[in-house]
């Protein structure tokens, strides 16, 4: 396994923070290159873990993850290639496996809304993202794939929504990709300045 400070995890990526923030969380990003291989050994498991403890309400961690490795679950991996948009197909092939995000909907104490599943699902994926940061590797959430198409593929049950697929594996150069991705591989990465969405005191519209 390559070691987060000499792979190309981060390298020349690191989130250009007006203030100071954790290396890991900087270091963090969502890449398109990657290499085809597969992920290391126990990898899966220390990322899976992180996620594990994740904050939830009610500590009802309403995640599922449908993990599939490009070595050990092919067909499934296949299978939720073909789910995901063309664009997100083109490169997404190339991870070391891809996730599916599931959030529980209803509270399962008592059948009730569970109004902050896909909260927590997002925070248990975000938890599982700095992990791979952290072991050498990078994860690259998608919205783009067609979310009736996974539920049927995998038979995911009612009173639980597919969130977000994931793609996961070791990042490869630019250079690999087409050239509209390997621009947007590139391109500065900028964010809304803190005033923009953090309102101190009461709401500012
Ligand atoms: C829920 C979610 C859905 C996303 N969907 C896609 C997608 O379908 N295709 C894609 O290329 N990137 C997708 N992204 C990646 C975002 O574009 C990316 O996180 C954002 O541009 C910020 O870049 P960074 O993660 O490198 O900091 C998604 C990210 C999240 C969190």
């Known amino acids: 396994m390559s070691h987060p400070e000499t792979s190309r995890a981060a390298t020349g990526r690191e989130a250009p923070a007006a203030h100071p923030i954790e290396p890991l969380i900087a270091r963090r990003w969502s890449p398109r290159s990657f290499t085809g291989a597969p992920l290391p050994p ?5 990322l899976l873990e ?5 904050a939830s309400s009610n500590n ?6 449908i993990v599939a490795r490009r070595d050990a679950e092919k ?8 789910v995901l948009s063309p664009n997100n197909q083109s490169w997404a092939r190339q991870a ?14 008592n059948g009730n809304p569970l109004r902050h599943g896909w909260h927590d699902t997002g925070a248990a994926t975000a938890l599982l993202a700095l992990q791979a940061t952290a072991i050498g ?5 998608m919205a783009g794939y067609d979310a009736a198409a996974a539920r049927s593929a995998f038979g995911i049950p009612e009173r639980f ?9 070791e990042v490869g150069p630019p250079e690999a990709l087409p050239e509209a991705l390997a621009a947007r591989e590139t391109a500065p990465r900028q964010r809304r300045p803190i005033e923009e969405f953090a309102f101190f ?4 519209g």
């Open 96 to 109: 070391g496996a891809l996730l599916l995000s599931v959030a529980r909907t209803h509270n399962p104490n």
């Open 201 to 204: 005191g009461g709401w500012r």
């Open 50 to 54: 992180a996620a594990r403890w994740a």
């Open 137 to 141: 590797l990078q994860a690259h959430a």
């Open 42 to 46: 126990g990898a899966i498991e220390r």
């Open 60 to 65: 009802l961690q309403p995640w599922h993850f």
């Open 161 to 169: 929504d597919p969130v977000a697929a994931i793609a996961i594996g």
């Open 75 to 82: 067909e499934a991996f296949e299978r939720l290639l073909g």
